[in-house]
């Protein structure tokens, strides 16, 4: 059963740690993103990559880092040079990036900061 | 910044009834696309319209592209209460190796039973 997954799909964090949001995906996709998801504000693009081993930031990149080492894996660290963490967070995969292909998305990882 | 905006930003109608969400952007695209998210859940494809292409339809869904004016606009047609969600427009820009889907910030649709 193909798809991307997401977990955990709830994630409690203190103030001051790192907490890393894993993402695998089984469709053999070469592109995949992460978004972060705030009541009125849309999807904001955080970091993306089209191959293994490359990743390029988006337009939120302050505060998280990523790692590409497989294909099928883009965990997303949250650190604790984030200011305000707490959102909902998606993951995406493509077939590739700019080759008129859709865009899969996990259930997503609603973060808080408590 | 978002590359793509949608209008309005939230819309009832009576169900039978057809509702129409359009999408400025404001750069080069190769595509458009539109998503639906039902709350709490993450996003899922609905269509994808080409650079060239002007129209194309899937089901009771219309999607229109004019990229002289850098705009999109999506019909659903004869709504029913399951298609109460956020609905979401995507740009695919042609930046080559730096390609990426851009998303707007969502519109909500209420279809009353």
């Known amino acids: 059963d193909g798809g991307i997954t997401q977990s955990p799909k709830y994630l409690f964090r203190k103030e001051g740690q790192n907490v890393t949001l894993s993402c695998e995906q089984n469709l053999n996709h070469d592109a995949m993103y992460w978004y972060r998801q705030d009541p009125g504000q849309g999807l904001r693009l955080i970091y993306y990559s089209q191959i293994v081993n490359d990743f390029q930031k988006g337009d939120i990149a302050e505060g998280y880092s990523v790692s590409r080492e497989k294909k099928e894996s883009f965990p997303l660290t949250v650190t604790s040079a984030q200011k305000n963490p707490t959102a909902f967070y998606l993951c995406?995969?493509?077939?590739?990036?700019?080759?008129?292909?859709?865009?899969?998305f996990g259930q997503g990882t609603r973060l808080t900061v408590v | 910044s978002q590359q793509g905006e949608e209008d309005p930003q939230a819309l009832s109608i009576q169900e039978g009834e057809n509702a129409t969400m359009n999408c400025s952007y404001k750069t080069s695209i190769n595509n458009l696309q539109w998503y639906r998210q039902n709350s709490g859940r993450g996003l899922v494809h609905l269509i994808l319209?080409?650079?060239?292409?002007r129209e194309k339809h899937s089901g009771r869904l219309r999607v229109t592209l004019d990229t002289s004016k850098k705009s999109s606009s999506l019909l659903i047609t004869a709504s029913r209460a399951a298609d109460t969600a956020s609905y979401f427009c995507a740009t695919d820009l042609p930046s080559g190796a730096n390609s990426k889907l851009t998303f707007g910030k969502g519109i909500t649709l209420s279809v009353r039973p």
């Open positions: 995406a995969s493509s077939m590739m990036a700019g080759m008129n292909t859709e865009a899969f």
């Open positions: 319209i080409r650079s060239n292409e």
